[in-house]
């Protein structure tokens, strides 16, 4: 029995674990996507530079999205709008 | 099983409050503080409470006899919990830093501060892997001293919850 809930203990363990994981990489994501919103406001920066900021936002939002982190309806609607529709394959 | 579980969260607390004294929680907990402890055990509690529920009936007894053997103090498990414990205290005791930092990062930083801060992202979700790596290590020291026996034995029980939790 002893055995037993030394493994059901590593199952709780890994379950809070990967948890774990998964918020980090949502909080570093939530960083990266407020740092480029950051870029694409700064009058400073070229042109350029703050579409390849909104680029890098949007895909930010999209990652959060596809994690499973956020619902759809929390996506920026700014995001939503410049997301292209999915054509489909042949 | 409500009872079960308050009283396992109890035991839980007890352990944690032991971990404060060692290793990587020490030095998380001196540098995050008892708000930051608090938090982490509310959300691991949350946790709890919602895995025990997919358990069903036995979930109580389950989540009350881990902790028993957490606090028994075997050394992998203590390794293992004392990294996530670590892990979770950086993470939920920090809402409201986080918060303020993407508010200035978005509206006041300079260009060297958002590049720095996506570079510190990056490194964040690297570290958080090696991290994860030393925790699989410890799961393994953890199988080694259950002995190939047992694990079989308990390989077809747990595997579907594994499925479960995961």
Redesign the interface.
């Known amino acids: 029995m ?20 998964c ?3 949502e ?13 694409m ?2 009058e ?2 070229p042109a350029e530079a703050r579409s390849i900021a909104e680029v890098n936002y949007d895909f930010g939002w999209k990652i959060l999205y596809g994690m499973a982190a956020i619902k759809e309806s929390e996506i920026p609607e700014a995001v939503r709008a410049r997301i292209k529709p999915q054509t489909g394959g042949e | 099983m409500a009872d079960l579980l308050d009283k396992a969260l109890e035991e839980l607390e007890g352990a944690f409050e032991k971990l404060k004294t060692s290793g990587t929680s020490r030095k998380v907990f001196e540098e995050k503080g008892e708000e930051s402890f608090d938090k982490a055990l509310e959300e ?1 509690e949350k ?1 709890a409470k919602a ?1 025990s529920a997919r358990l069903g009936e036995g979930g109580g007894a ?2 009350d ?2 902790l028993i ?2 606090k028994g103090g ?1 050394s992998p ?1 203590l390794k ?2 004392n ?2 414990f670590a ?2 205290v ?3 005791g920090n809402d409201k830093e ?1 918060e303020a ?3 200035f ?5 300079d ?1 060297e501060e ?2 720095a ?2 570079r ?3 490194d ?2 690297y570290h ?2 090696k991290a ?1 790596e030393a ?1 699989l290590d410890a ?1 393994g020291e ?2 080694k ?3 190939k026996k ?2 079989k ?2 390989a077809a ?2 595997l579907p ?2 499925s479960g ?2």
């Open positions: 002893t055995r037993f809930m030394s493994v059901v203990l590593v199952v709780f363990s890994l379950s809070l674990g990967g948890c774990c994981s918020r980090e990489a909080s570093a994501v939530r960083d990266v996507i407020a740092a480029n919103e950051g870029h406001n700064d400073k920066l | 691991i946790f895995n389950f989540v006899e881990t053997l957490l075997k498990f293992l919990t990294l996530e892990s979770m950086n993470l939920w986080a930092r993407r508010n990062l978005a509206r006041e930083a260009f958002r590049q801060a996506i510190a992202a990056g964040a979700v958080t892997q994860r925790q799961i953890v199988f001293a259950i002995g047992g694990l034995l308990v029980a747990v919850m594994v939790l995961l």
